[in-house]
């Protein structure tokens, strides 16, 4: 896991074990409750990086899939399924998430 000093988790947060080495999160990222970061799918067979940028938000239930890339400063409202990589500075909404600017 690469995983910031300065990073908040949620004790109700779950950042996947499975396959750890895939873990990367930058700097003063913020884990809502019962948040999701993915790295693996053992029904797909998928083993892949997944990567949250700088002073990023994941709000509570938000889920991340594995392989995907969160810009930096960007925010997934609470209960968001992020299936795409997001740019810099913009919000995930829904499930699948609609990505927009901030």
Known sequence: MDIAHDVHIADTAL???TWPKGVHIAQGC???EESVLLTHDMVRGVYRDTRVGARTIVGPRAIIMPGISIGEDCVLEPGAVVTKDMPDRSK???NPAQV???
Request: net charge neutral; charged share 15%; no cysteine.
């Open 15 to 17: 950042i996947d074990r």
């Open 30 to 32: 913020v884990f809502g």
């Open 100 to 102: 927009m600017p901030l």
């Open 92 to 94: 995930a909404v829904g």
